[in-house]
Nanobody, 124 residues
Framework: QVQLVESGGGLVQAGGSLRLSCAAS????????MGWFRQAPGKERAFVAA????????SYADSVKGRFTISTDNAKNTVHLQMNSLKPEDTAVYYC?????????????????WGQGTQVTVSS
């Protein structure tokens, strides 16, 4: 079983930046996909971005394209989410997720391991 620990959340003004990190441990790390999802109060969990283990394949939600960048550091089993030009509507709890295999997907049901989440709050 893969354990995931997120860090880097916080409070930022609109237009600002934050960098989230997710450290993975346990399990095996051959081919896998790491993803970020978010859940705002009263809303369902939504896909943000995902990346293959090699970094060669990425996917982004339309709402974050051009503002967020996902990257992976395989040597450290860590995935990052650089968030720029943040908007109040980006406010949510952000969750890191892991799935085996190399197919990048935006489906939360495909991810088997989840972190506890980190709060991101963007003030207007």
């Amino acid at each position: 079983q893969v354990q995931l620990v997120e860090s880097g959340g916080g409070l930022v003004q609109a237009g600002g930046s934050l960098r989230l990190s997710c450290a993975a441990s346990g399990g095996t790390f051959s081919r896998y996909v790491m993803g970020w999802f978010r859940q705002a109060p009263g809303k369902e969990r939504a896909f943000v971005a995902a990346i293959s283990w090699s970094g060669g394949s990425t996917s982004y939600a339309d709402s974050v394209k051009g503002r967020f960048t996902i990257s992976t550091d395989n040597a450290k089993n860590t995935v990052h989410l650089q968030m720029n030009s943040l908007k109040p509507e980006d406010t949510a709890v952000y969750y890191c997720a892991h799935k085996g295999g190399g197919l990048v997907t935006d489906s939360a049901a495909r991810f088997g391991s989840w972190g506890q989440g980190t709060q991101v709050t963007v003030s207007s």
